[in-house]
């Protein structure tokens, strides 16, 4: 049971799961960790990710409203940035599992294809 202390510690980090919880989120989130400073103009966002501005703008929202990135306007040019270094951390791991992940599914597939091949009921001999 959780003690009413830990309870917004928890609904903390569940709200910075929810903000990575959508592939174009993370997709932004990559593109400001390569980025110089980490940061970025929301024209290169759009470049590169190909989102439609207003799409793109609510995603930014999401990581703003969740403290993942912040942003800064400099006359008509937005500028995000990670809000905190270990973002890019989070997403070296995230990347490190999914790459053991897709390792392991590509051996279980090899041994697959190395299984005899039994005949079907009901297909030709």
């Known amino acids: 049971m959780l003690?009413?202390?830990?309870?917004?510690?928890?609904?903390i980090?569940?709200?910075?799961?929810?903000?990575?919880?959508?592939?174009?989120?993370?997709r932004i989130l990559e593109l400001l960790a390569a980025a110089?400073?980490?940061?970025?103009?929301?024209s290169h966002l759009l470049a590169e990710t190909g989102l439609e501005a207003s799409h793109l703008?609510?995603?930014?929202?999401?990581?703003?409203?969740h403290k993942v990135v912040t942003s800064v306007r400099t006359a008509n040019v937005v500028t995000y940035r990670l809000a905190h270094p270990g973002i890019s951390e989070l997403l070296a791991i995230a990347?490190?599992?999914?790459?053991d992940s897709l390792a392991d599914s590509n051996q279980q597939?090899?041994?697959?294809?190395?299984?005899?091949?039994?005949?079907?009921?009901g297909s030709p001999s």
């Open 36 to 42: 110089p400073d980490n940061a970025a103009q929301v």
């Open 13 to 26: 980090k569940a709200n910075l799961f929810k903000a990575l919880a959508h592939p174009a989120r993370i």
């Open 109 to 121: 597939l090899r041994l697959a294809q190395k299984l005899p091949t039994g005949h079907l009921p």
């Open 57 to 65: 703008s609510q995603h930014l929202a999401t990581l703003r409203k």
């Open 95 to 99: 990347r490190i599992f999914l790459l």
């Open 3 to 11: 003690s009413p202390a830990q309870a917004p510690l928890y609904e």
